[in-house]
């Protein structure tokens, strides 16, 4: 005897497989559920959500500590020795580790706008867990060599704070759906009202953020001060080497108005220009002097360190990847430099009537001339003629001394002082790094008119903001970008910001208003039409049967042969077998 029993009508769910098969490797209908999520899965959607916070933060500050990434090869050279762009791996298991983690914050999401129970698959567990403690690890390491550089966020939120709160205010807008959805289905007042209350505070957060939010690119444009003046530190160090006359030069080219250097002697008291404490990152000193290539750089007299080449290892190394930008002749112009002294430095900002500023480092206890080094240098200057007003003077010891030889000399301090105490020790200017003078303290010291450059500047954001901030002058390694503004990258009236602070704020309180009304119009619907709870798959497989059967993947009845005198049991027990009644899905139209 034939059975008829009928089955189950089901549409093709690709999207819904996709995202629980990649996420949890549920790719089979019978292996999804609706049920609650389990507290273990919990734990993992939460550090999960950690995870993405950290990246999140932590690609942020790379994106921004961008001005800073020579500093950062430049500290990473001084602990190893060999110089190379650590940024590189940083930036690319930073972009891979957001990715992924994005990734995965999509497809949970989607989890919980579909009413499906997470369960992120151990190979994925395995990841998140990398991608938190390679982060973690990473902080660490920063804030032990480069720990200064965490002022870079407070910094960059002057410029960027204002747009990060409309993104992130139109992020927690789209997430009002999910919300919304949650507490439709939920059945549980208490969790209706937690789900609620946390995300009506962290939306209020949101709506009154920009009370706290500053910046000195808020304001009116006739407040606007002078552009400030731009120095070129060592140069132009991203399109020549370092620290010499062709670096200078091509500074020149980009409209400086200003030099800034550092200054070593030599054994026989020569004043010359070099950064490092050896010459082996910018010299051929390996091939010159092989036996002395770790030795002190003032440890050599002026005459060995002519013979030095300091442009080949610009071509070599490439340190901001500019060499491809090169034209032949300018590379053969590199490729020949050699070590530039304070001599000629000097001359050739006295014919340009250029400013320098030098920061002078003192020679080993052994060395010739360890306690004439102010004096060497002071005569340096002296005889090249250049005109006192033209040079900062920033070496503390013997400032008196100093001011009675040459008292043009415009006194300058590298550590930040109360303008009372530089009056008292008549010093006139400061030369401090972009993140040790707030918008507040740089009006003072202008209004005081102490003259403060402050280094090195070389994205616009940061040059826009200090610019808006009143600084006089910055010190930058590209000069060549900041020659391209000419007018802060944004300045908002303060009633402009207002307005689209609270349009941002109205639109999307009528989105949340507008969703949350959708979605519960949405949840009574369909509980009226007999549903027990909102089950998104089950209203669309329910949809489903009503379409035709062209569209569906459908089993229209199953064929069972079994024979009554076998004992199999009666013609009524036939159509009612392991639970299933036949009334059931006539009424319902679909079973799970």
Not at 369 to 397: A, F, R, Y
């Amino acid at each position: 005897m034939v059975k008829h029993q009928p089955l189950q009508v089901y549409e093709r769910q690709l999207c819904l497989s996709c995202i629980t098969g990649i996420y949890g490797c549920r790719w089979k209908r019978y292996q999804r559920s609706h049920d609650d999520t389990t507290k273990w899965e919990l734990l993992w959607s939460l550090i999960l959500l950690v995870t993405f916070c950290g990246l999140l933060v932590w690609s942020y500050f790379w994106l921004e500590a961008r001005n800073d990434y020579n500093e950062f090869n430049w500290f990473l050279y001084n602990r190893s020795g060999e110089w190379s762009d650590g940024t590189v791996p940083v930036l690319a298991t930073t972009a891979a580790g957001l990715t992924y983690i994005t990734f995965l914050m999509v497809l949970a999401l989607c989890h919980v706008a579909l009413g499906q129970q997470l369960n992120l698959h151990w190979l994925h567990k395995i990841g998140v867990t990398a991608a938190l403690l390679t982060t973690i690890v990473g902080v660490i390491s920063v804030n032990q060599t480069w720990g200064r550089e965490w002022d870079i966020l407070p910094v960059s939120l002057q410029a960027t704070g204002p747009f990060l709160h409309v993104g992130a205010l139109a992020a927690i807008t789209a997430l009002s759906w999910i919300v919304a959805g949650q507490v439709a289905r939920a059945e549980k007042t208490l969790f209706q009202v937690v789900v609620m209350l946390l995300y009506l505070s962290v939306l209020l957060g949101l709506y009154v953020a920009p009370l706290y939010i500053t910046s000195p690119c808020i304001m009116e444009p006739t407040d606007l001060k002078p552009r400030p003046s731009v120095i070129g530190h060592q140069g132009a160090p991203t399109l020549a080497p370092e620290n010499t006359m062709w670096s200078f030069q091509r500074a020149l080219q980009m409209n400086v108005t200003g030099f800034e250097a550092d200054v070593a002697i030599s054994e026989d008291g020569v004043p010359f220009l070099m950064r490092d404490q050896t010459l082996q990152r910018t010299t051929d000193v390996h091939k010159v002097f092989p036996d002395r290539q770790s030795d002190d750089a003032s440890l050599f007299n002026w005459t060995d360190v002519q013979h030095l080449n300091a442009g080949q290892w610009f071509l070599k190394n490439d340190p901001f990847w500019t060499v491809h930008t090169l034209t032949p002749h300018e590379r053969s112009l590199i490729a020949n430099q050699s070590v530039c002294s304070l001599e000629q430095l000097l001359r050739l900002a006295s014919y340009h009537n250029s400013s320098v500023v030098f920061r002078l480092r003192r020679p080993p206890v052994d060395h010739p001339c360890h306690h004439s080094w102010i004096n060497d240098t002071l005569q340096t200057v002296l005889k090249s003629g250049v005109p006192q007003g033209l040079v900062m003077w920033t070496p503390s010891e013997d400032r008196g001394q100093v001011r009675q030889q040459a008292p043009g000399l415009r006194q300058t301090s590298l550590e930040k002082q109360s303008p009372e105490i530089l009056r008292e020790n008549e010093i006139s200017g400061l030369l401090l790094r972009y993140n040790q003078a707030n918008a507040k303290e740089i009006r003072d010291f202008t209004q005081r008119n102490i003259s403060l450059t402050l280094y090195t500047v070389n994205e616009p954001w940061l040059y826009s903001v200090l610019w808006c901030s009143g600084v006089s002058a910055v010190s930058s390694e590209a000069p060549q970008v900041l020659k391209k503004v000419p007018y802060p990258i944004w300045l908002l009236k303060p009633d402009q910001y207002c307005l689209m602070w609270v349009s941002a704020d109205v639109v999307s309180f009528a989105m949340v208003i507008g969703i949350f009304i959708f979605q519960n119009y949405h949840m009574i619907r369909y509980r009226s039409s007999g549903m027990h709870s909102y089950n998104p798959e089950q209203i669309m497989l329910s949809a489903a049967v009503r379409r035709s059967s062209r569209d569906l993947n459908v089993m229209k009845e199953k064929l069972i042969f079994s024979e009554v005198g076998n004992g199999v049991g009666g013609p009524d027990e036939l159509y009612t077998d392991n639970g299933y009644d036949y009334d059931y899905y006539s009424n319902r139209g679909v079973s799970q």
